[in-house]
């Protein structure tokens, strides 16, 4: 060829080559800066990017998340990409839904001959009982083992495996109860095997079924921890049986954890009992806050501070600066309340408590005369903490906010936005993502050990994990323990676990009621959730029943009519009831907050024996001079609810200032409680 169009298809090739390049470079570069699919992600775009899209990958993404808005998934299991065995499980699981079993038996057999070890081949060996021993040990914590493991009868061969499984791994599964206690009713249980079970009913609450498990041996720490603290919970008898267990855990291994957690327990109420500090071994009480936060409490508060500086970041110096603080302000002792609630470093408490000590804090300075201090305080509580009881109050004091009115009905209830999960694990976090919430909590559950401790952000991945699946009973109590012993590293970790504990329950039922009744929904909310979590099943020890926690003649009282039990536990008529109720309440009241919540928990003949509030120019005092330790919690707990639903003015995270004043936002979210807990 000559040299001329030699060089012309050098040229050409060179070209080509160069502008391939560059497509791929380009295509390459908007893959990572395009944003990820998320439940966020508007159904036009989803289906677009089905549709469309160059990414098969992204394609297959777009195609699950429609499948969690109602679209048919099919065709998505192809390749080799771990999403394939999602897709798999969903399209089985939809042929068993339509009743077409053995098109659902072809797909399990795809998904375990390809993905064999990928966590959602689990439920495929729930389906074929000859798989279930390598199920049970492959993915021991995982719902389809946990699920197993409970429909496991005992037999001569493998004696109560299914007990024992649960035990360690799954304690809490529906039906373990009775697996367990059936275990340990039986000859065939080892000590170590007695251990374990009764740990595990201990940690169900069952102290009394637990004990008799061991059938007088002698417990080891963990398991005498968790039997004592079942057992302390309890009537007199099981009371004194538990402090007598955790004194024995105590003096028995002294060096442990589970010793100091002991300690914790015994030294729990306002006044403990001086023989029980007494008896704490020297070596222990030397290194517990709470056992040297009892001994100021039984000394009239005389070292207080010593206990604070000394122990700073412990639960029990919290506490005690409140119980003091506060026993200084009902005593209108400004100076000692002020010194009591600067005693610990800035930024030491739990955001809740910071929030507390910030607006009591500037009651005790401007009772003292110094107003610009007190403005100082009130204004860093407005600008660094979300909607909340003292935010409110702090902006009723500068001027800024109207009383609250919960006598108004409204169509238009917060709405929960959609934020990332950010586990550890990124399987889950995928899952998260792209919607499917239970295959999410499946493989959560699977990847961890549940007899390991968390850490405080895997509480939080935990108990939002929960909540997506429909548990919001131990969803929201973990995380409500959380936000008051966490002090979170990030202004993100703060909202995000400010935010989590206001989800949305039965918004149909809640709009309904609301607008039949004139009640304001969030006031529907929060006591919802105050009451029972969410969780229509639940019955108190005094017979309140539901969503509402209504009393049955209360309920019959306001139907009009008797009502059965099983008509309370439907969340749409308990819900009706309860707002009919509060609206009752709030006209006796005359639509004042305060009154009509507390007449909610103690009942209104016990708040109408009270000194009226308007005797009392600090209606956050009169609050804490509430005769209940249990109402005085709730009002506070409640208006806190209703303020968090209610949306207004939050935070934002600021990447070098950390939390400061935001844009206004709508807000994306039974038992008697002794001040101690409080």
Same mark, same amino acid.
């Given at each position: 060829?000559?040299?001329?169009p030699?060089?012309l298809?050098?040229?050409?090739l060179?070209?080509?080559?160069?502008s391939l390049t560059?497509?791929?470079a380009g295509q390459?570069?908007?893959l990572?800066r395009?944003s990820a699919?998320?439940?966020?992600?508007?159904?036009?775009?989803?289906w677009?990017?089905?549709?469309?899209?160059?990414d /098969?990958?992204?394609?297959?993404?777009?195609?699950?998340?429609m499948s969690?808005k109602?679209q048919?998934l099919?065709?998505q299991?192809?390749?080799n990409?771990?999403l394939?065995?999602?897709?798999?499980?969903?399209?089985a699981?939809?042929?068993?839904?339509r009743g077409? @079993?053995?098109?659902?038996d072809?797909?399990w @057999?795809?998904l375990?001959k390809r993905?064999?070890?990928?966590?959602?081949s689990?439920?495929?060996?729930?389906?074929q009982?000859d798989?279930?021993?390598?199920?049970?040990e492959r993915? *021991?914590s995982?719902?389809?083992?946990?699920?197993?493991?409970?429909a496991?009868?005992?037999?001569?061969?493998?004696?109560?495996?299914g007990a024992?499984h649960?035990?360690?791994?799954?304690?809490r599964w529906?039906?373990? =109860?009775d697996?367990?206690?059936?275990a340990?009713?039986?000859e065939?249980?080892?000590?170590?095997?007695?251990?374990n079970l009764?740990?595990?009913?201990?940690m169900?609450?069952?102290?009394?079924s637990?004990?008799?498990?061991?059938?007088?041996g002698?417990a080891?720490?963990e398991?005498?921890?968790a039997v004592?603290?079942?057992?302390?919970r309890?009537?007199a008898e099981?009371h004194?049986?538990?402090?007598q =267990?955790?004194l024995?855990?105590i003096? @028995?291994?002294?060096?442990?954890s589970?010793?100091?957690?002991?300690?914790?327990?015994?030294?729990e109420p306002?006044?403990?009992?001086?023989a029980?500090?007494e008896a704490i071994p020297?070596s222990v009480?030397?290194?517990s806050?709470a056992v040297a936060a009892?001994?100021v409490?039984?000394?009239?508060?005389m070292?207080?501070?010593e206990?604070?500086?000394?122990?700073p970041?412990?639960r029990?110096?919290?506490?005690l600066?409140w119980?003091?603080a506060?026993?200084?302000l009902l005593?209108e002792r400004? $100076?000692?309340a002020r010194?009591?609630l600067?005693?610990? /470093?800035?930024?030491?408490?739990?955001?809740p408590?910071e929030?507390?000590?910030?607006f009591?804090l500037g009651?005790?300075?401007e009772? %003292?005369?110094?107003n610009?201090a007190?403005r100082?305080h009130?204004?860093?509580?407005v600008d %660094?903490?979300?909607?909340?009881?003292?935010?409110?109050?702090a902006? =009723?004091?500068l001027g800024?906010?109207?009383?609250l009115?919960?006598?108004r009905?409204?169509?238009?209830?917060?709405? %929960?936005?959609?934020a990332?999960?950010?586990?550890r694990?990124?399987?889950?976090?995928?899952?998260w993502r792209?919607?499917l919430a239970?295959?999410a909590?499946d493989?959560?559950?699977?990847l961890?050990d549940?007899?390991t /401790?968390?850490?405080a952000?895997?509480?939080?991945v935990?108990?939002r994990?929960?909540?997506?699946v429909?548990?919001p009973?131990n969803?929201l109590d973990?995380?409500?323990r959380?936000?008051v012993?966490?002090?979170p590293?990030?202004c993100q970790?703060?909202?995000?676990?400010h935010?989590?504990?206001?989800?949305v329950f039965f918004?149909e039922?809640?709009?309904s009621?609301s607008?039949?009744?004139r009640?304001d929904?969030?006031l529907?909310?929060?006591i919802?959730?105050q009451?029972?979590r969410?969780?229509p099943g639940?019955?108190?020890t005094?017979g309140a029943?539901?969503v509402?926690q209504l009393m *049955?003649?209360t309920?019959?009282?306001v139907?009009? $009519?008797a009502l059965?039990?099983?008509?309370?536990t439907?969340?749409?008529t308990?819900i009706?009831?309860?707002?009919?109720?509060?609206?009752s309440l709030l006209q006796l009241w005359?639509?004042n907050?305060?009154?009509?919540i507390a007449?909610y928990?103690a009942?209104p003949?016990a708040?109408?024996?009270? /000194?009226s509030p308007?005797s009392?120019?600090?209606?956050?005092?009169w609050? $804490?001079?509430?005769p209940y330790?249990?109402?005085?919690?709730?009002?506070?707990?409640v208006?806190d609810n209703v303020?968090?639903?209610?949306?207004?003015e939050?935070?934002?995270?600021?990447?070098?200032?950390g939390?400061?004043?935001?844009?206004?936002?709508s807000? %994306?979210?039974?038992e008697?409680?002794p001040?101690?807990?409080e």
């Amino acid at each position: 060829m000559p040299a001329g169009p030699r060089s012309l298809v050098l040229l050409l090739l060179t070209t080509a080559g160069l502008s391939l390049t560059a497509v791929v470079a380009g295509q390459q570069l908007l893959l990572e800066r395009r944003s990820a699919l998320n439940p966020r992600t508007p159904v036009v775009e989803l289906w677009r990017t089905y549709r469309w899209s160059i990414d /098969p990958l992204r394609r297959r993404e777009a195609a699950l998340l429609m499948s969690t808005k109602g679209q048919t998934l099919a065709g998505q299991g192809w390749g080799n990409d771990p999403l394939a065995a999602v897709a798999l499980a969903l399209a089985a699981e939809s042929q068993q839904n339509r009743g077409d @079993q053995a098109a659902a038996d072809r797909l399990w @057999q795809q998904l375990l001959k390809r993905f064999r070890d990928e966590t959602v081949s689990a439920r495929a060996r729930q389906y074929q009982p000859d798989l279930h021993p390598e199920l049970l040990e492959r993915f *021991p914590s995982h719902p389809a083992a946990l699920a197993t493991a409970v429909a496991m009868a005992p037999t001569p061969e493998r004696s109560h495996q299914g007990a024992q499984h649960l035990a360690r791994w799954g304690w809490r599964w529906p039906g373990a =109860m009775d697996r367990l206690r059936a275990a340990c009713s039986a000859e065939e249980p080892s000590r170590s095997e007695r251990q374990n079970l009764a740990w595990a009913l201990a940690m169900l609450g069952a102290g009394s079924s637990a004990l008799d498990c061991l059938q007088g041996g002698a417990a080891d720490a963990e398991t005498g921890l968790a039997v004592g603290r079942a057992l302390i919970r309890g009537a007199a008898e099981q009371h004194t049986q538990g402090e007598q =267990m955790l004194l024995d855990l105590i003096q @028995q291994h002294p060096e442990t954890s589970a010793a100091d957690e002991a300690v914790r327990l015994l030294m729990e109420p306002l006044f403990p009992d001086p023989a029980l500090v007494e008896a704490i071994p020297p070596s222990v009480a030397k290194r517990s806050a709470a056992v040297a936060a009892a001994r100021v409490r039984l000394n009239g508060g005389m070292g207080t501070l010593e206990v604070l500086q000394r122990w700073p970041d412990d639960r029990d110096s919290w506490q005690l600066q409140w119980d003091e603080a506060r026993a200084a302000l009902l005593n209108e002792r400004w $100076e000692r309340a002020r010194d009591l609630l600067t005693a610990l /470093p800035p930024g030491t408490l739990p955001p809740p408590l910071e929030a507390r000590q910030l607006f009591w804090l500037g009651l005790s300075e401007e009772r %003292t005369g110094n107003n610009k201090a007190a403005r100082r305080h009130w204004h860093q509580l407005v600008d %660094t903490h979300p909607p909340g009881y003292y935010r409110w109050r702090a902006d =009723m004091r500068l001027g800024d906010t109207k009383p609250l009115r919960l006598d108004r009905p409204s169509t238009t209830l917060p709405v %929960t936005t959609w934020a990332p999960l950010n586990s550890r694990y990124p399987e889950v976090n995928t899952l998260w993502r792209l919607g499917l919430a239970q295959q999410a909590w499946d493989a959560w559950l699977s990847l961890r050990d549940p007899r390991t /401790p968390q850490s405080a952000e895997e509480q939080l991945v935990e108990g939002r994990l929960r909540l997506s699946v429909d548990d919001p009973w131990n969803g929201l109590d973990q995380l409500q323990r959380l936000s008051v012993r966490w002090v979170p590293t990030s202004c993100q970790q703060r909202l995000l676990l400010h935010r989590s504990q206001n989800p949305v329950f039965f918004p149909e039922a809640i709009e309904s009621a609301s607008s039949r009744h004139r009640v304001d929904p969030t006031l529907l909310l929060a006591i919802a959730k105050q009451e029972s979590r969410f969780s229509p099943g639940v019955r108190s020890t005094a017979g309140a029943v539901g969503v509402m926690q209504l009393m *049955p003649s209360t309920a019959a009282s306001v139907a009009d $009519e008797a009502l059965q039990e099983q008509d309370l536990t439907n969340p749409s008529t308990n819900i009706l009831l309860g707002a009919a109720y509060l609206k009752s309440l709030l006209q006796l009241w005359e639509g004042n907050a305060f009154l009509s919540i507390a007449s909610y928990n103690a009942g209104p003949g016990a708040v109408s024996s009270w /000194p009226s509030p308007k005797s009392d120019p600090t209606i956050e005092l009169w609050v $804490e001079r509430i005769p209940y330790a249990e109402t005085r919690y709730y009002t506070k707990k409640v208006l806190d609810n209703v303020l968090s639903y209610s949306g207004g003015e939050w935070p934002v995270c600021d990447p070098v200032q950390g939390m400061r004043q935001a844009v206004t936002e709508s807000n %994306t979210g039974v038992e008697n409680k002794p001040q101690q807990q409080e």
